[in-house]
């Protein structure tokens, strides 16, 4: 009986102590900070380029205010459905929000995904927005990255098309947001805008890019990039426009829009329908958009240029589209459509 006693004592002391063990490891994992880490910048040389997958996508979503959790939960679940995706990395920027919500948001991302990709929450210590492009080559196995937001929804087919056409652009940013530069005659300036025919601009919405620009964005560049970095946390805004800066000056063109056949952007503004939902997602998020919201990015603009000396935004035409499609109308049981469709 005391042989017994003894053994049976060993397997609930095996018991606990794993328990302990997995239960530290998993919120050590689950609880990684930046800060705790050094300086990615110190230790990371870029990837050898050649040397990573070329196959999928690493998915980096940021994420900042709890009431926008269940839809971060369904877009989540919808990239980690898609073959294409090896990855997703959640970069929370909110310190504040407690450990205990972010253990239950790990817990429901990793049960309701429904795909191979594996998936990762961090708790970020800043809610810099320039986080959102710092290396992480311990997390990032892949020669393509997708930036985006937690309050966008877009299509499988449409992601997949997106990859297949930065595969064949790997230098250029590939998305599905656009704005422009311009210059103001009358003001003398540079100024945020949209024109119908040209843009300049991709924004981090959905921002498909090569690994390396988080490197050439957060760890090159010297005093001067520091600066416009400094520009991006005084302004809490425009780090999609200083990536657009760094990939036009490195690669000498624009980015290449793609279109989508279904995108669903929870954030903006002119959203009508589902007023109490959508107004809880608009009014939340880690970039100022509220007041003026041209004007500031204008203003980014400006000072970018003022500290690069140089403009190299360059305007990019047209969109890529997955089909042409049928452009003739025929006749169909009393309707017009088009030809090819039964």
């Known amino acids: 009986m005391g042989v017994k006693s003894a053994t049976v004592a060993r397997k609930k002391f095996y018991i606990c102590f794993l328990f302990v063990v997995i239960s530290v490891t998993r919120r050590l994992a689950l609880c990684r900070t930046l800060s705790d880490d050094p300086d990615p910048c110190e230790s990371t040389n870029p990837r050898d380029f050649p040397k990573l ?11 900042y205010s709890e009431s926008r959790i269940p839809l971060l939960q369904t877009i989540v679940a919808s990239y980690s459905g898609s073959s294409i995706v090896s ?6 920027g909110n310190p504040t929000t407690p450990i205990q919500l972010l253990d239950q948001l790990y817990h429901n991302l990793t049960q309701y995904s429904i795909g191979a990709a594996s998936i990762s929450l961090i708790q970020q210590s800043t809610s810099s927005l320039n986080a959102r ?3 992480r080559p311990s997390f990032v196995d892949t020669r393509a990255v997708l930036i985006c937001d937690d309050d966008v929804e877009i299509d499988r087919r449409s992601l997949e ?20 530069h311009g210059f103001d005659l009358q003001g003398k300036e540079w100024i945020y805008t949209v024109h119908p025919d040209k843009y300049s601009i991709l924004l ?18 010297g005093a001067e990039m520091e600066e416009m970095r400094n520009i991006v946390d005084r302004m809490r805004n425009c780090e999609d426009i200083l990536m657009n800066f ?14 989508a056949e279904r995108v669903r952007d929870w954030g903006d503004a002119r959203n009508e329908e589902e007023k109490e939902m959508e107004e809880g997602v608009r009014e939340v998020g880690l970039s100022s958009r509220r007041k003026e919201h041209r004007k500031r990015r204008g203003n980014c ?9 140089m403009m190299p935004l360059v305007y990019s035409y047209g969109k890529v589209v997955n089909s042409v499609g049928e452009q003739g109308l025929c006749r169909k049981a009393g309707k017009l459509v088009f030809c090819d469709r039964d």
């Open 53 to 63: 997958r070329s196959d999928q996508v690493t998915v980096l979503i940021n994420g």
């Open 301 to 309: 603009i400006r000072e970018f240029h003022r500290v690069m000396g």
């Open 87 to 92: 990855s997703i990395l959640v970069l929370w």
């Open 246 to 259: 760094v990939a036009a000056e490195k690669v000498r063109a624009g980015p290449i829009m793609v279109g």
């Open 204 to 221: 981090t919405k959905f921002m498909m890019m090569k690994q390396d620009y988080l490197f050439e964005y957060s760890c090159k560049g």
């Open 161 to 180: 098309f997106a990859f297949s056409v930065w595969k064949s652009n790997q230098d250029r940013l590939v998305g599905v947001f656009v704005r422009s």
């Open 133 to 135: 492009f710092l290396p």
